[in-house]
């Protein structure tokens, strides 16, 4: 059975840094994509961040691009998600994702696996 766990969610203020992780068992994921992905009360889904194959490959939603980084640990079959200077706006509940494809993947339908989410919560 593949579970996707989330940690380091939390409560800050605007300006502030956070780092979320995610740990996948039950599978592999070094050569697959892994994703982040975030949601916001009312709202859809929104794309944050991919990476796949090796650490070089990454792609960044226009929103967080140049403040959210994104990076792996293949020898922990973790993920992790790098915040900094962050908004009231990037207040949501943030999902890892990994897919079964080993390329770049924007849309929630191309994930097969997903976590529990992690509550962020920004403060002006």
């Known amino acids: 059975q593949v579970r996707l766990v989330e940690s380091g969610g939390g409560s800050v203020q605007a300006g502030d840094s956070l780092r979320l992780s995610c740990a996948a068992s039950g599978r592999t994921f070094s050569t697959n994509t892994m994703g982040w992905f975030r949601q916001a009360p009312g709202k859809e889904r929104e794309f944050v961040a991919c990476?796949?194959?090796?650490?070089?490959?990454?792609y960044y939603g226009d929103s967080v691009e140049g403040r959210f980084t994104i990076s792996r640990n293949n020898a922990k079959n973790a993920v992790y998600l790098q915040m900094n200077n962050l908004k009231p706006e990037d207040t949501a509940i943030y999902y890892c994702?990994?897919?079964?494809?080993?390329?770049?993947?924007?849309?929630?339908?191309?994930?097969?696996?997903w976590g529990q989410g992690t509550q962020v919560t920004v403060s002006s």
């Open positions: 990476a796949w194959w090796v650490a070089d490959n990454t």
């Open positions: 994702a990994a897919s079964v494809l080993s390329q770049k993947v924007r849309g929630h339908g191309g994930y097969d696996y």
